[in-house]
């Protein structure tokens, strides 16, 4: 079955922001949706509770179908800052589909995308303004914000790939970025 005709459309990206000028369907996480995924979890509940339950990270996404053919893009910014020693990062996920990868333009800001498979294998890409990391298909994916500034990032994935949250969270990630002394640390 073909896919319906689509008027062809452009969007804004504010560079310096690191956000889409036009509304897009607009999706946050605070620090409480976060809770399970951090080494130190009492640093992370007093967060929550002195700091009014912070913005952790926000992806400001086109509305398309989620159908083969398509693609889905966004802009997704990450919070500087840290829970304990461990740098503020993403979830993390494989896709539902998982034979499909995805591209990331860094925006702004300084980081890594950690990324994993499930037979074992671990890798890290730094994220700098202008350096693209290409996610191959089968592995799962998370941004870490190593630096002072929002790190922002355009992103872009088959739009059928859909996301599998459950075996990473289940699995985690083998390696951590800390911050110990203004120094970082991959443990
Ligand atoms: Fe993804």
């Given at each position: 079955m073909g896919l319906l005709i689509m008027q062809p459309f452009s969007i804004g990206i504010d560079m310096i922001e690191g956000v889409t000028r036009e509304p897009a369907r607009h999706n946050v996480r605070r620090?409480?949706?976060?809770?399970?995924?951090?080494?130190d979890e009492d640093a992370l509940e007093r967060l929550i509770s002195e700091r009014n339950d912070p913005l952790h990270y926000e992806t400001f996404e086109a509305?398309?179908?989620?159908?083969?053919g398509h693609l889905l893009f966004c802009v997704s910014r990450i919070q500087p800052g840290a829970v304990g020693d461990e740098c503020f990062m993403t979830k993390g996920h494989y896709h539902a589909i998982a034979h499909t990868a995805e591209v990331h333009l860094c925006l702004t800001g300084r980081g890594c995308m950690m990324m994993k498979t499930s037979d074992g294998r671990c890798a890290s890409e730094m994220m700098t303004p202008g350096r693209v990391v290409y996610v191959p298909p089968y592995w799962a994916h998370r941004s870490i914000n190593t630096g002072r500034e929002p790190l922002s990032m355009f992103c872009v994935w088959p739009a059928d790939a859909g996301h599998n949250y459950g075996d990473i969270a289940r699995e985690g990630f083998p390696k951590r970025v800390l911050l110990r002394n203004g120094e970082l640390v991959v443990q």
């Open positions: 620090a409480s949706d976060m809770r399970g995924y951090y080494r509305p398309l179908p989620e159908e083969s």
